[in-house]
């Protein structure tokens, strides 16, 4: 394949990634403070059930669509390579963020009741809201990045 068509590839699986990001803070995220406790869990469980498996893999698959990409430019396309890797850098941010802050609060509060909220809670809450805004900005730019490389 060449790299018009990975660069295609790597542009549609971000933009599948972006808006698995976006919707839901768009939808719902941004408004999590103002539910209360039981439609608060009913929403983290049915998101998580959702999107973790779409996301297991999507996340992946997107990331070694750019590894091509960043092969083909290499030698003879400078500005497509950097502005390649940028994205990359940025998605792999967005990657860590996931894995090592937000996965781990969701894996709590799935095993949450509403008659045994743990007193912190909504600081768990919140600290997953400001991390999902990192989130959200890092797969965006990501996206916006392979765009420009790709047309310029």
């Avoid at 070694?64 to 940028?86: E, M, Q, R």
């Amino acid at each position: 394949m060449n790299i018009k068509t990975w660069e295609l590839i790597s542009i549609v699986l971000s933009a599948f990634v972006a808006e698995m990001f976006h919707g839901p803070w768009i939808a719902l995220s941004r408004s999590m403070k103002t539910f209360p406790p039981d439609i608060f869990l009913a929403l983290v469980d049915r998101m998580n059930r959702n999107m973790a498996p779409v996301m297991t893999v999507l996340m992946p698959a997107t990331l070694l669509s750019v590894i091509p990409v960043l092969l083909l430019s290499w030698h003879g396309y400078p500005k497509t390579f950097y502005l390649n890797l940028a994205a990359l850098v940025l998605f792999i941010v967005a990657l860590i963020v996931t894995v090592l802050v937000e996965v781990p609060i969701v894996e709590q509060i799935v095993t949450w009741k509403v008659s045994s909220l743990p007193s912190n809670w909504q600081q768990l809450r919140d600290r997953w809201t400001k991390f999902h805004v990192i989130r959200v900005a890092t797969g965006l730019a990501s996206l916006i990045l392979l765009v420009i490389a790709a047309i310029f």
